[in-house]
Structures are given as structure tokens and as C-alpha cells.
């Protein structure tokens, strides 16, 4: 706790010393915030929808899996007493079966969504990054700055500008 204390403390005098140095030498500073940019670039959104258009008939037939399988849950609870034991066995390994498949077709669908998500994300923070590099030396900035920020002023947040700028890179 006190490591932390002290680095907080270290981080809010070396961005004071920072500001106060860059008004008295002209040094321009700017500071990002990327999470906003994230969760409002239109990339964004277009990632979002190949994915839902990509991952549509695998989730899609989970859930068809799903229903099935509790379909047959529903018949064993309520047939159970009018079956003999053969077919109430056939029946609850047919049920366990499904569920196991069920499950790993779950896990890989998850699998496969987690890394075409993160490879979209990716794609989209690299884009950012270009954005904010372009913006940066059209505008000349000296500094720019994003996360681990303490505070930033409206002043120095160039936000809005780079989220503009992502609109002509779409």
C-alpha cells in the first residue's frame, strides 16, 4: 500500500512538473482517452456486426442443441415411471451425450469468438494508435498521453479529434 501511495504520489509531481514545464517552454501536450475511442469509433461497431453475422448459425444451432436437449430432460422426467428400465437408461445416456457434445461445442464456440474478438480489437487499436500518431504530427504535438493518466484537463484532451479523425479511416 505504501509502494502505491508513493508511486500515485511520484506520478501526480512528475505530470505537475510536466504541465508546468510545457507552459513555461511551449511544449504541446495532449492526452487520449482510448477506452472512449473504443467504445465509440464506428470501426467499432462494424467489427461488432461481422462478428454477430459470422457466429449467427453456430449460436444459433447451440441454442436449437439446447432447447432439444431439454426437450428430452422434459420427456425422461415425465415418461420415466411409463418406460422400463432399458429405455430410461437409452434415454438418459442419449440426454448425457448431448449435453457433454453440447458443452464442448459451448466451449469452442467461446474459443473461437474470444480470438476473433481480440484479432478485431486489435485491428482497431492499431488504427487508433495510427489516429493518434497522425493527429499527433499534424498538429504537432510534443506529448500525448493515455492510459495511467491521473487527470487531464478538457484543455489538453484531444479525444474528440482522434475519434474525428477515425471517421475518415473507416
Request: without cysteine.
Amino acid at each position: 500500500m505504501r509502494f502505491f501511495k508513493q508511486v500515485l504520489i511520484t506520478t501526480i509531481l512528475t505530470i505537475a512538473l510536466a504541465s508546468t514545464l510545457a507552459q513555461a517552454t511551449g511544449i504541446k501536450i495532449g492526452f487520449v482517452n482510448v477506452a472512449k475511442i473504443l467504445e465509440k469509433a464506428p470501426q467499432a461497431e462494424t467489427a461488432k456486426v461481422s462478428l454477430e453475422k459470422e457466429f449467427s448459425p453456430r449460436n444459433k444451432r447451440l441454442l436449437a442443441n439446447q432447447r432439444e436437449i431439454k426437450k428430452l430432460d422434459e420427456t425422461l422426467s415425465r415418461n420415466a415411471k411409463l418406460m422400463n428400465k432399458t429405455e430410461v437408461r437409452r434415454l438418459q445416456r442419449d440426454v448425457l451425450e448431448k449435453k457433454r457434445a453440447y458443452k464442448r461445442d459451448q466451449e469452442e464456440y467461446m474459443e473461437d469468438f474470444n480470438l476473433r474478438r481480440n484479432e478485431e480489437l486489435a485491428k482497431l487499436q492499431r488504427l487508433v494508435f495510427e489516429a493518434i500518431k497522425g493527429l499527433s504530427e499534424t498538429e504537432k504535438y510534443d506529448l500525448v498521453l493515455h492510459d495511467g493518466v491521473v487527470f487531464a484537463s478538457d484543455a489538453v484532451d484531444i479525444t474528440m479529434k482522434v475519434q474525428q479523425r477515425l471517421f475518415f479511416l473507416k
